[in-house]
């Protein structure tokens, strides 16, 4: 079984600059969360769909960022315009069902460098 | 709110030593507590877990920790660490939202196992 995919793997824009990261959850698995890491700082977690709908975005930093998941498959998060504190990596996690707990499997990330 | 703390940022060790890593939380409700790990250029791969139950928790690779709620810890140990163990190691409470669960993370310990 496929495990979580991201894409690109790396990307380096200059400031003002848009850019898209994708995720492929791992199939049949209802729950995408996108994380971020920005450089020597915690994981923070950014937003959670369920299938196509957005149950949190507490937090997504501002208004530059957008989180879409059409069809309840892959999602898009984009940046517009980047700015150079949007540097760091993107992670996105995928998880079965509803409840207490449901065991989050990770992607490799996208390192996102910002000029 | 939950938070994590990392107390070491770096752990250098010598191959076949004992290591642990610490981590303490805050949190005024019960929790779910989780080891992840990342090795270079790959995603965060679960350890192990404690959500109910012995306080003792076994995870893969020989790795096992302790859930302590008077000190509210959850440090992370191994009696005799490889040069394979070499990586950046996150600990994680689990806060449910809705129909979904926020990871919060701690910094990071970065352990660096040497011949």
């Known amino acids: 079984e496929a495990g979580v995919t991201q894409f690109p793997s790396h990307s380096v824009i200059e400031k003002g600059q848009t850019v898209t990261l994708r995720c492929d959850p791992i199939s049949g698995h209802d729950n995408l969360y996108w994380y971020r890491r920005v450089m020597g700082k915690e994981i923070k977690f950014l937003l959670h769909?369920?299938?196509?709908?957005?149950?949190?975005e507490s937090g997504m930093p501002n208004n530059r960022f957008l989180a879409e998941r059409t069809g309840g498959t892959y999602s898009t998060l984009k940046v517009q315009p980047a700015e150079l504190e949007d540097s760091g990596v993107y992670f996105c996690?995928?998880?079965?069902?509803?409840?207490?707990?449901?065991?989050?499997?990770f992607g490799p990330g996208t390192r996102l460098t910002v000029l | 709110a939950q938070s994590v703390t990392q107390l070491d940022s770096q752990v250098p060790v010598f191959e076949e030593a004992p290591v642990e890593l610490r981590c303490n939380y805050s949190?005024?409700?019960?929790?779910?507590l989780f080891w992840y790990v990342q090795y270079p250029n790959q995603g965060l791969q679960l350890l192990l877990k404690y959500l109910s139950g012995s306080t003792l928790v076994k995870g893969i690779n020989g790795f096992e920790a302790e859930f302590n709620k008077s000190q509210t810890s959850f440090h992370l140990r191994k009696p005799s660490v490889h040069i394979s163990d070499t990586a950046e190691y996150f600990c994680?409470?689990?806060?449910?939202?809705?129909?979904?669960?926020?990871?919060?993370f701690g910094g990071g310990t970065r352990l660096m196992v040497k011949p």
């Open positions: 949190s005024s409700v019960s929790v779910y």
């Open positions: 996690a995928s998880s079965q069902g509803t409840g207490s707990y449901n065991e989050q499997f």
């Open positions: 769909f369920v299938k196509e709908s957005k149950q949190d």
């Open positions: 994680a409470v689990n806060e449910p939202r809705g129909a979904g669960n926020m990871l919060t």
